[in-house]
């Protein structure tokens, strides 16, 4: 399993992003995915999981209300639509899947497979 994430970019407090990440394979439905972020001198950090069916999601407090993940089975693809963003959201974003279809998780160790990474900064 491959994961692809792009999307990312400069863009000022208050405007809004949407990151989608491919994942490469046939059997995409069965992973549930989700989004993590990583800034400078932090440690990585969960934002929101859905799941295979994409019927079920959840969401970090620190981001509830203003991201939202999204996926679409029949182009593999995984989305976070990111709005009123603010320079504390500037950070790395990864997408990583989880072979387990229903678990919403916000462990990094559940997730198996992540991408390469996507640069998002806000600035002030």
């Known amino acids: 399993v491959q994961l692809q994430a792009y999307g990312g970019g400069l863009v000022q407090t208050g405007d809004s992003l949407r990151l989608s990440c491919v994942v490469s394979?046939?059997?995409?439905?069965?992973?549930?995915m989700g989004w993590f972020r990583q800034a400078p001198g932090k440690e990585r950090e969960f934002l929101a999981v859905?799941?295979?069916?994409?019927?079920?999601?959840n969401y970090a407090s620190s981001v509830k209300g203003r991201f939202t993940i999204s996926r679409d089975n029949a182009k593999n693809t995984v989305y976070l639509q990111m709005n009123s963003l603010k320079p504390e959201d500037t950070a790395v974003y990864y997408c990583?899947?989880?072979?387990?279809?229903?678990?919403?998780?916000?462990?990094?160790?559940?997730?198996?497979?992540w991408g390469q990474g996507t640069q998002v900064t806000v600035s002030s």
């Open positions: 990583a899947a989880d072979s387990a279809t229903y678990r919403l998780s916000s462990s990094e160790s559940e997730f198996a497979y």
């Open positions: 859905i799941t295979g069916n994409g019927g079920m999601s």
């Open positions: 394979g046939r059997t995409f439905s069965r992973y549930a």
